[in-house]
């Protein structure tokens, strides 16, 4: 089986830069393609010598909203830069009121630039969203968005919104850390994604599997628990065994979804 993973960050400097060593493992357990997301202007040129240096990597640039505050005066003709170098996706992008002390002044401006550019170039966008669902859809639904698609990194929004958001074109991406017995409610939510718009990601470093589905363990120089990219065929396995389907149509399917969006780059 092929894995695709929709949504990870490879170049975090918690990998201790131990990325290629990483990737040779991935590559191993059957990854075929991962998304890796830029976050800042500081740490797009790491996405871009990844992709440039292995072919497992399909880069995607975007300012995330917690490092809106970093931003240069010319981050947007740098952001063009970036997707002018190689072929590539935009994100991750998004909305955030969740995270404390992190201001909502600017978040909205700075992410419809971002959706304009992806819906100019007509290039798949990741979306980052907390506790702003509703505000989101109303976003999408006013303003121009890719053809290429929408992916909806992580949904954990109503499973009631997501009929409106399929209408705009989103995709929903299911990462490993819902795996973990106390998100059933997330869980359950993805029983109500259409099967064409279903999405498998590990968000690495971020978003540990519980440890009994831990095939990868890591361990930051700092000794805190990360989570490796090729723990993406657990991921697999665990969601279909949830769903009570065999993993090998499950995977198949999310194959198929992944080419639809980012096919091509």
Known sequence: MNFYDAHNHLQDDRFGGRQNELLAVCEKSGVARMVVNGACESDWPQVLQLARENKVVLPSFGYHPWHLAERTPDWLKNLETFLDAIPSAIGEIGLDRWKPDLSYDGQEEIFLAQLRLAAERNLPVSIHCLQAWGRLLELLQKNPRPAHGIVLHSFGGPAEMIPAFTKLGAYFSFPGYF???????????????????????????????????????????????????????????????????????????????????????
Do not use: C, M, Y
């Open 179 to 265: 795996l973990h017995e106390r998100k059933l409610r997330q869980r359950e939510t993805f029983r109500q994604v259409p099967r064409d718009r279903l999405l498998i990601e590990t968000d690495a470093p971020d978003q540990p599997l519980p440890p009994e589905k831990n095939l990868f363990p890591l361990v930051a120089a700092a000794g805190k628990p990360l989570n490796h990219p090729a723990n993406l065929a657990a991921v697999h396995h665990g969601l279909a065994e949830f769903l009570g389907e065999p993993v090998e149509s499950l995977a198949a399917r999310v194959a198929e979804n992944f080419l639809r969006v980012f096919g091509g780059r």
